[in-house]
């Protein structure tokens, strides 16, 4: 492929807007219009343009294009969306399978969105490609662009063609003044007072500043792959735990997807008291505002954890009060303060008595969770449990069952085996009443007393090895945003021509700031200057 | 230089592919269960409801298994109840054994369901829900059909699964005669 000569002899790479020596177009009819010159990418040649030959440079430039990069963004986007209008597969709440689901449930356009593959869509195949393909273009675009702005930027030289400098956006012409040297020099002086740095070759010079504001978007760039490769950390195993736990006071209960367990010595809530509230504030008659909710938890590890299942051989690890924002923590491991069931029936507390004499035979205690089988009153009577249903319901047809494995409505089968009754008297118990079994004339009758109470405690398990990585990201990404946002990279032209001085600036925002100095520093050198301004669409600015 | 940038071009290209194809494909593709078919099933130990004796899993070579996750508040666990205690009536002697594993269930409340369901077949406890963790257990039931050298041949998740389903299945795992 042959190079492009410029005028001034330099010889550019195919593609090249801007003679990369002298800044001149390349292209005859740029060459010879009066509008701004279009100063992108310094005027280098963007690689992808460059070459357009084999699959490879083809493949290159197809994701070198920012266009095509925006659309595969909005494609996902628009995707996304839609793959939450009706629960994905793995969410169906009914035991069916999904090309009978979709359609039965939400009718025809629930039939659409399963043929069209919504129903899975975040590992469908052209969900996983089109983010794959985003991902190649974020890292193509940046290397396409950067490496020759950068190689641009870096061999820019202070002397440019006459046509670049007059077709600037901001621009002068000034006849040469008297004692010109030394008034450079003063201009020079002013120039670095304001952190330019400046590069002067006899009668000319080249200020600039800011330059490595222009590197902003490709470190944003970069925080953004980095804040990517912490996302996907996640799904190395050991990387990321999200569970929970309930566990109720003076329990033990394996952490789930740990060799841990962990103890709740017991789960408090907090309300304020009057006094902590402030007086005359409407608050006085405030009740039950909490002030704290707090697990005294003991973290166990199992030293037996080979064989699943199998006898835990605890020792302690690690022993906290957890509460709001101040988790339990060991190692990479932590505990969340996260959901209470304060008060929840733990144990019914019976007395067995005699209906017809109303005596009181003896007490019992019934454990929700663990109930005996077998419950001995005195030495001759015995109260067997023979059914237990934790959360009692009728099925369809009429037979006892229980909704949950959770105790919210218990229901229990009791057979009284006494003297008087030898093959046992059978009845129905619930919370706060029983029911002998019907056309039998009972003899024993049960009281309630105040039942045992427990408070659960909800933990949040939490682990992420990936955090410090998705910070760091964070952290990068937003240090290439103000990189990008609060500095400007300014470059002032100022070239000696036979009796003409050729000004000329350049930024890639605010183009106002860089009049003022440009401006400011010639006042200060008591140069008379009057400085064209054009726009972006190459109109006049007043 | 042409031959370099073509080069330069395919390396760059190649290796953000292979990068965030491996990535992707961890983390939508790839199947990440616990339990996966044609695989050993995971060992592990419980006790038994009816006379607390140990059951280890790894000990059951040379028998298939039809180990089933169930609860008594499940209603199509209840439904496929007949049908697994009928299978195992019919293939315990020809070395098939079906194991029902509770999730986390008192001893009273499985015992009278046992009876009112009269089921014959061992029923394991998994008291601390280790086993339901382990197995990475969604909805239930869900049963793995293990052959005699304890790789899981067959999993059905959520039921009731039919007769014809369970004999269908358990035919795979029947050790050689």
């Known amino acids: 492929m042959n190079n492009v000569k410029c005028e001034c002899g330099h010889a550019n790479p195919v593609g090249t807007v801007l003679c990369e020596a002298c800044g001149n177009p390349l292209l005859e009819e740029i060459k010879q219009g009066d509008s701004p010159l279009d100063m992108r990418y310094e005027g280098a040649a963007r690689r992808s343009q460059t070459y357009n030959k084999s699959i490879i440079d083809k493949v290159w430039n197809f994701f070198s294009s920012v266009k095509i990069a925006v659309y595969m963004i909005v494609i996902v986007l628009v995707a996304s969306i839609v793959g939450t209008i009706f629960p994905q597969e793995v969410y169906i709440p009914v035991p069916k399978p999904a090309s009978i689901f979709y359609e039965e449930t939400y009718g025809f356009i629930g039939k659409i969105y399963y043929l069209l593959g919504f129903h899975n869509l975040f590992s469908s195949w052209w969900y996983v490609l089109l983010l794959l393909m985003i991902g190649i273009s974020l890292v193509v675009c940046s290397l396409d662009r950067m490496i020759p702005l950068y190689k641009a930027l870096k061999?820019?030289?202070?002397?440019?063609?006459?046509?670049?400098?007059?077709?600037?956006?901001?621009?002068?012409?000034?006849?040469?003044?008297?004692?010109?040297?030394?008034?450079?020099?003063?201009?020079?002086?002013?120039?670095?007072?304001?952190?330019?740095?400046?590069?002067?070759?006899?009668?000319?010079?080249?200020?600039?500043?800011?330059?490595?504001?222009?590197?902003?978007?490709?470190?944003?760039?970069?925080?953004?792959?980095?804040?990517?490769?912490?996302?996907?950390?996640?799904?190395?195993?050991?990387?990321?735990?999200?569970?929970?736990?309930?566990?109720?006071?003076?329990?033990?209960?394996?952490?789930?997807?740990?060799?841990?367990?962990?103890?709740?010595?017991?789960?408090?809530?907090?309300?304020?008291?009057?006094?902590?509230?402030?007086?005359?504030?409407?608050?006085?008659?405030?009740?039950?505002?909490?002030?704290?909710?707090?697990?005294?938890?003991?973290?166990?590890?199992?030293?037996?954890?080979?064989?699943?299942?199998s006898e835990p051989k605890l020792q302690e690890v690690a022993r906290h009060d957890i509460i709001v924002n101040h988790p339990l923590k060991y190692n990479d491991l932590q505990l969340f303060q996260s959901g209470q069931r304060p008060k929840a029936i733990a144990a019914l507390n019976m007395t067995l008595v005699n209906e017809k004499t109303g005596d009181k035979i003896g007490k019992f205690k019934i454990d929700l969770y663990n109930p005996q089988s077998e419950y001995k009153i005195n030495d001759t009577t015995t109260i067997k449990m023979l059914e237990y249903y934790p959360d009692f319901e009728f099925t369809k047809d009429k037979k006892p069952t229980t909704k949950s494995p959770n105790p919210d409505n218990p229901a229990f089968v009791l057979n009284v085996i006494s003297p008087q009754t030898p093959n046992g008297e059978k009845a129905w118990l619930f919370l706060g009443s029983y029911l002998p079994a019907p056309g039998?004339?009972?003899?024993?009758?049960?009281?309630?007393?105040?039942?045992?109470?427990?408070n659960i405690t909800g933990l949040m398990v939490r682990k992420d090895k990936s955090l410090p990585v998705i910070y760091f990201g964070c952290f990068i990404s937003m240090l290439g945003l103000v990189m990008g946002f609060y500095w400007q990279h300014?470059?002032?032209?100022?070239?000696?021509?036979?009796?003409?001085?050729?000004?000329?600036?350049?930024?890639?925002?605010?183009?106002?700031?860089?009049?003022?100095?440009?401006?400011?520093?010639?006042?200060?050198?008591?140069?008379?200057?009057?400085?064209?301004?054009?726009?972006?669409?190459?109109?006049?600015?007043? | 230089m042409n031959r370099s940038r073509t080069w330069m071009r395919l390396i760059i290209l190649g290796v953000i592919f292979v990068g965030i194809s491996v990535a992707l494909y961890n983390a939508f593709i790839k199947d990440t269960a616990a339990v996966q078919a044609n695989e050993l099933a995971p060992d592990f130990i419980l006790k038994t409801l009816e006379d607390n004796q140990e059951f280890q899993l790894s000990k059951q070579a040379g028998k298939g298994i039809v180990l089933n996750f169930w609860g008594t508040w499940c209603a199509p666990c209840r439904e496929e109840m007949p049908a697994l205690e009928k299978m195992h009536q019919e293939f315990k002697d020809k070395g098939v054994e079906v194991i029902g594993v509770n999730i986390g269930e008192s001893d009273v409340t499985v015992e009278s369901f046992r009876d009112t369901y009269h089921i014959s077949f061992p029923i394991l406890m998994d008291r601390k829900r280790e086993i339901t963790q382990l197995y990475e257990i969604g909805p239930i039931p869900t049963t793995y059909f293990i052959d005699s050298d304890g790789v899981v041949k067959k999993i059905v998740i959520g039921g009731p699964m039919a007769e014809k389903t369970i004999k269908e299945n358990i035919t795979q795992i029947l050790p050689q005669q």
């Open chain 1, 440 to 454: 039998t004339e009972n003899i024993f009758g049960y009281e309630f007393s105040m039942p045992d109470l427990t």
């Open chain 1, 155 to 309: 061999k820019q030289k202070v002397k440019h063609s006459i046509n670049f400098l007059t077709r600037q956006r901001l621009k002068a012409e000034v006849s040469v003044p008297a004692e010109w040297g030394s008034k450079l020099d003063q201009l020079q002086g002013f120039l670095k007072k304001r952190r330019y740095d400046v590069r002067r070759e006899g009668d000319s010079l080249l200020a600039e500043k800011g330059r490595f504001s222009r590197w902003g978007p490709y470190i944003n760039h970069i925080g953004l792959i980095i804040f990517l490769i912490g996302a996907l950390m996640r799904l190395v195993p050991g990387y990321y735990l999200d569970q929970y736990v309930w566990v109720k006071d003076g329990e033990t209960k394996k952490v789930p997807e740990t060799p841990y367990y962990v103890k709740s010595e017991g789960f408090t809530i907090d309300f304020y008291e009057k006094e902590d509230l402030p007086e005359g504030a409407g608050l006085d008659n405030l009740q039950g505002v909490i002030k704290q909710y707090q697990t005294k938890a003991v973290l166990y590890e199992n030293v037996n954890a080979g064989l699943p299942g």
């Open chain 1, 490 to 542: 300014r470059r002032i032209w100022i070239q000696t021509e036979r009796s003409l001085v050729y000004v000329a600036g350049h930024t890639n925002k605010n183009w106002f700031g860089l009049k003022n100095e440009v401006l400011d520093v010639f006042k200060k050198a008591s140069i008379p200057v009057s400085l064209v301004e054009h726009g972006k669409d190459g109109k006049k600015v007043d």
